[in-house]
């Protein structure tokens, strides 16, 4: 990194700075590798039997991998190993980590990978630091996209300006014993009353409806779940109820690989 | 893509849907196909009740579902939870080893003198009854019944079974009993959704195939559509003459036969290869007598079994491929088959959760 002091990346309260400074941890040059990169892909290699090359068959994006190094800068040798003690704080367990390249704000989902380093140079006041992220989840999250919360057989106007397959989360309020939502390319139906004291949230990611934090056993009858690829505006995604009231909410971020 | 989904057994309603990470299923006509799975119980969202209650052997049943039509569904056998890698393997079995519990009477409802019988119904309508009765009784009640697609009626003809009391013949034993007689059909429970999501098996009986969809495929291209062709041929159970033992013992057993008197020339004689098969639950001749042809024609020659793969993800996806359906292969100038057309009947699948699929098939060829 050269040139402006940015926040480049974000994890839990410690910032990794682009540019330069006197106290903190600093990306070098070309310390951050796997955000702007697109993951590794993987694919099922099936030879021909009798002809060149392979079979022509999908391919996905393995997790991604992000690594981070370059340098921290302290006054003290106690500054030093209290920037050492942070940098081993915020890397535990799944985090949301921020990013701010190139003029886009976004974000990942990842734990830390392989062995992160701190070595001290000077002592006193400069040490090298290399991690690396996993994101088991490759995608990169942007600006939630703006949607209008809908009644029912109201359809939705659904678009995002990422470059990835979006899946969105539905937020169900209302009072009805039973229900529907259609999306561009399957319909869940949900068999489990709404009341407005048990909201339902349902991951199309993970296709599991959430009631209050938990997960019913038997709410979804039938129904696999949706994304929305880019560049393209959805005009079906309503909820139908089988009788009472409800409005649909759709969560959604701009969505990157 | 393939996804997978737990349902309740007895009512085919959708429990959850559940993530895999490794697994493989088999499907197989007239016989029991089985598998093994292992969920990803991390981020799931469910407690321990919640999965201890899923994974409950016989009373869930795991569907494995191409394009979100099954493919696979297995009645839950048992599961393993692994601490380390944090998932839960289950084993399953399709629903026919259901039958292998079942008797045409219940506990509480036997009488030793009793016998369940059926007559005037063709060899596919006996099978209907006997599935009826095995797994969609009208006095079934909770518990007994599953939820299938099986006909209101039962097609009428000159065939019969009888189950006596005594004798504690299973259902399964029952019906692969009338598969085995000559023109037997075949039977499969194919697993489909119907209504709102509800996991149902189709009750397929064959004529004596079950019938299907044909796709061709062209063999002799750059990319053929199926690879890893096989064929192979077994003489283990070969007959030129078969004794079936029925009912009684020492002088008064009965005993039927049918045979060759004269051996066939092809290419070189084969020697006399004699057998017998038991068929206990049998006292008629002419019917014992049946088995045997039945048998002979099973096993005159030797069985060729085919196997070959292709990617779920082409053309005919997993979920358009059925047990029954019919496979053509074209071939042209082919090194081995040189050029001819070849009629497979499709009797098995095998898949794991990635893309190739291995069909199993019979050429239908002078079957």
Redesign the interface.
Same mark, same amino acid.
């Given at each position: 990194m050269s040139g402006n002091r940015d926040d480049v990346l974000r994890i839990g309260h410690l910032v990794f700075w682009g540019g330069e400074g006197s106290d903190g941890f600093f990306i070098d040059a070309e310390g951050f590798e796997g955000w702007s990169d697109a993951p590794n892909t993987r694919t099922?290699e099936?030879n021909?039997?009798d002809?060149?090359g392979s079979?022509?068959?999908?391919e996905f994006y393995e997790p991604r991998i992000i690594t981070v190094s370059g340098l921290c800068i302290a006054g003290s040798a106690e500054r030093l190993e209290h920037w050492r003690n942070q940098l081993f704080t915020v890397l535990q367990g799944r985090k949301q980590i921020f990013g701010n390249y190139q003029g886009a704000r976004q974000f990942v989902y990842g734990r830390r990978f392989g062995q992160p380093k701190f070595q001290t140079i000077v002592p006193g006041s400069l040490a090298r630091y290399q991690f690396q992220i996993r994101c088991a989840n490759p995608r990169k999250y942007g600006e939630r996209v703006p949607t209008t919360v809908t009644g029912p057989n109201q359809s939705q106007s659904i678009y995002h300006r990422g470059n990835f397959n979006a899946y969105p989360t539905l937020i169900v309020r209302g009072t009805m014993p039973s229900y529907r939502i259609e999306g561009p390319n399957?319909t869940w139906?949900i068999?489990r009353a709404v009341t407005p004291s048990t909201p339902h949230t349902i991951d199309n990611f993970?296709?599991?409806l959430?009631e209050n934090g938990?997960?019913p056993?038997?709410s979804?009858?039938?129904?696999?779940g949706w994304s929305f690829p880019p560049g393209r505006i959805f005009e079906t995604h309503r909820l139908i109820p089988d009788s009472g009231s409800g409005t649909l909410e759709t969560v959604l971020y701009d969505t990157f690989i | 893509m393939w996804?997978y989904f737990i349902h *309740?057994t007895t009512t085919g309603?959708?429990?959850?849907?559940v993530?895999v990470t490794g697994g493989s299923f088999s499907t197989r006509m007239s016989d029991i196909g089985s598998g093994e799975h292992e969920l990803v119980v991390a981020?799931?969202?469910?407690?321990r009740a919640?999965w201890l *209650?899923?994974v409950h052997p016989w009373a869930n049943t795991l569907v494995q579902?191409w394009n979100?039509r099954p493919v696979y569904a297995g009645l839950l056998q048992g599961y393993k939870v692994n601490r380390k890698t944090r998932t839960i393997s289950v084993r399953h079995k399709e629903l026919r080893l259901l039958l292998n519990r079942r008797f045409p009477f219940r506990v509480g409802t036997r009488l030793q003198e009793g016998h369940w019988i059926v007559r005037d119904k063709s060899l596919r309508g006996v099978i209907t009854e006997l599935v009826r009765v095995g797994l969609a009784r009208p006095d079934g009640g909770d518990g007994w019944n599953v939820p299938l697609g099986i006909p209101a009626g039962s097609e009428a003809g000159n065939s019969g079974t009888t189950l006596f009391n005594w004798d504690f013949t299973t259902i399964e034993n029952g019906i692969a009993e009338v598969e085995d007689r000559d023109g037997g059909p075949d039977v499969h429970f194919d697993p489909r959704?119907v209504g709102?999501?509800?996991l149902e098996w189709e009750l397929k009986i064959g004529n004596p195939r079950i019938g299907g969809l044909q796709f061709d495929y062209v063999m002799n291209v750059?990319?053929?559509r199926l690879?890893?062709?096989t064929s192979e041929a077994d003489g283990t159970e070969m007959l030129t003459g078969v004794f079936t033992i029925g009912k009684g013992s020492e002088k008064d057993m009965r005993v039927g036969e049918a045979g060759l008197v004269q051996l066939p020339v092809r290419p070189k004689p084969i020697p006399f290869l004699d057998s017998s098969r038991p068929y206990k639950e049998v006292k008629d001749i002419p019917e014992l007598n049946g088995h045997g042809i039945a048998e002979l024609k099973r096993h005159g020659a030797p069985t060729v079994q085919w196997e070959m793969k292709t990617?779920t993800?082409g053309d005919v996806g997993a979920d358009q491929l059925r047990l029954g359906s019919r496979i053509r292969q074209r071939y042209e100038g082919d090194w081995w088959e040189g050029t001819r057309t070849i009629d497979h009947y499709l009797i098995g699948m095998r898949g794991t959760h990635?893309?190739?699929l291995v069909l199993e098939t019979q050429e239908l060829e002078g079957l």
């Open positions: 099922e099936v021909l039997d002809g060149d079979y022509d068959s999908t399957s139906q068999a993970s296709g599991v959430y938990q997960v056993l038997s979804i009858t039938s129904g696999v | 996804t *309740e309603i959708r429990r959850q849907q993530k981020d799931s969202g469910l407690n919640q *209650e899923l579902c979100g959704y709102a999501g509800q750059a990319e053929p690879f890893d062709v990617l993800t990635e893309f190739p």
